[in-house]
T-cell receptor, first 109, second 113 residues
Framework: AQRVTQPEKLLSVFKGAPVELKCNYS??????LFWYVQYSRQRLQLLLR??SRESIKGFTADLNKGETSFHLKKPFAQEEDSAMYYC???????????FGTGTQLKVEL | NAGVTQTPKFRVLKTGQSMTLLCAQD?????MYWYRQDPGMGLRLIHY???????AKGEVPDGYNVSRLKKQNFLLGLESAAPSQTSVYFC????????????FGPGTRLTVL
């Protein structure tokens, strides 16, 4: 069965420090992975997807099929990066998404 | 464009009461989804729809029913609310392209006493 694991409930870093939010997945098919972000008092929104290989707001994520991982990285954390981050895996018919449990990122001054 | 809207924003029910949550989207999207968000459990899919007149079960469908009579609306019903259904409910929609981005509503906070 498909599963997305985000091992950290809370990640606290100082401003300017590197950030890595971990995501591992389990899926028998060809994986399609996403990172969604929920800022305080805002709705959940797409941050980036692995197919696009893009950098959004300084964040990048590389799909590693060997390690079944899709970790989210940013070299220098900013205060405005504080938010809840969800890793998601597209699964099966209906283009459903299976979400991880989320990681709360707190960037401290 | 309003995007995805949800009604109501907040609701308190007593055990056994029924209610309907409304999700509306003005983007002409084919697919619509209902999720619940619980602390430490992330978002879990309740039901979804791949087009007008269709519905399908997600990961946690028990205790909920849905209807998609119009393309722009997706209704989530609780026939007999239970305290275990206290949660934040999110609706999402997406179009039929390969981009695969889901657009989310602002959420409905439901408390069942």
């Amino acid at each position: 069965a498909q599963r997305v694991t985000q091992p950290e409930k809370l990640l606290s870093v100082f401003k300017g420090a590197p950030v890595e939010l971990k995501c591992n997945y389990s899926y028998s098919g060809s994986p399609e992975l996403f990172w969604y972000v929920q800022y305080s008092r805002q709705r959940l929104q797409l941050l980036l997807r692995h197919i696009s290989r893009e950098s959004i707001k300084g964040f990048t994520a590389d799909l590693n099929k060997g390690e079944t991982s899709f970790h989210l990285k940013k070299p220098f954390a900013q205060e405005e990066d504080s938010a809840m981050y969800y890793c998601a895996l597209r699964t099966g018919g209906g283009n459903k998404l299976t979400f991880g449990t989320g990681t709360q990122l707190k960037v401290e001054l | 464009n309003a995007g995805v809207t949800q009604t109501p924003k907040f609701r308190v029910l007593k055990t056994g009461q029924s209610m309907t949550l409304l999700c509306a989207q003005d983007m002409n999207h084919e697919y619509m989804y209902w999720y619940r968000q619980d602390p430490g459990m992330g978002l879990r899919l309740i039901h979804y729809s791949v087009g007008e007149g269709t519905t399908a079960k997600g990961e946690v469908p028990d205790g909920y029913n849905v209807s998609r009579l119009k393309k722009q609306n997706f209704l989530l019903g609780l026939e007999s609310a239970a305290p275990s259904q206290t949660s934040v409910y999110f609706c999402a929609s997406r179009d039929g392209t390969s981009v695969n981005e889901q657009f989310f509503g602002p959420g409905t906070r439901l408390t069942v006493l």
